[in-house]
């Protein structure tokens, strides 16, 4: 008497693995239309990962029927897998089923969920794959050096310091106290501070321009890249990931944010919005930029990063050739593809 599963039980299974076979080496859909347009094609079959029957593959008789007919001991293949896993049961041991099945369902289940196909997962990707810089459309990229400008935090201070020289040659100017604002969100300006206040003002200047020093910098002052990863084989990698190292530099300044454009007055600054730039880590010899990258599909460029990276190399850099390390990993990658990049830099 054979363990049979229950026709519900079949149509769970199936259902489980999106109809797809879950041999990792075959993945072939098992259902479709027939021609009678009442009729479903099924070339599934409901196998059982310890045999039904004392004499079939891999017989467990530790097993009560109930358990041999359970959803637990099925696994949906297509006709041929089912032929090929009951004739060589030393071959397709219990484990090696239940991993398949295992992964079959994570495999159905992530495909749902990202909208990619199943077959997509069904093997290693074995395509190529280019990474370039986005700007130069290639592997090598020039960025320019830093060039010096006036931070906001130094223009402030310097018209404080004016201020309290003009103070000097001409005492008189000197408020004794001052008008409150007009304008609730105006600061008082400086030629109506007195000298306590003024000196306050030059106490805290570089602290109160902390956030526009920044913004001068990495925001209108920095080089700015990202990378495009270019699939030139025939199926995605899945749930990419990209790591990009730069060997550590005292004279590379990398951000790790976007800062704001700070308003007119310095402490109403808005906090800095880090939504899509990717994460930036540091050890002994590099820094590493990452960001999960999604499905990397084929034949459709693609940016790397969601925002540009904001990167500063100080003049002593000039000239030098800064090479750079990136590692791709998917789901469908065993062992990461690594790809060089190299940075030139120029003088600003
Ligand atoms: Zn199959």
Redesign the pocket.
Known sequence: MRDEFSPKDKDTLAKRVGYH?S?PN???LTAGPQEDPMKVLNVGVASHITAASPDGPRYDNSLTSEQRSSLENGIW??Q??GKLIDNEPTRYTVETLREWKKQAEQNALHAVESGSRVEALNSIFSGDIDVIFSQSRSSQINLKAFEKFEFPSEVAKKNILAELERRRKNPALNPLFNLPSMDFFKETPLSEMNLDDLNKELDCVTQKYADADCYALYETHSNKFNLTIINHGTEYIIDGHIELYIPKNERIFISDRIFNKPSDYPFRTLPAINSGYPKIEGDDSSTTISQNTGDIRHKIPQRAFHTDIRIIFSQELIGQEIECLCKIFGKNLPDPIEKHLKIIVTPS
């Open positions: 076979c041999s075959c993945r072939a293949l297509c041929k897998c």
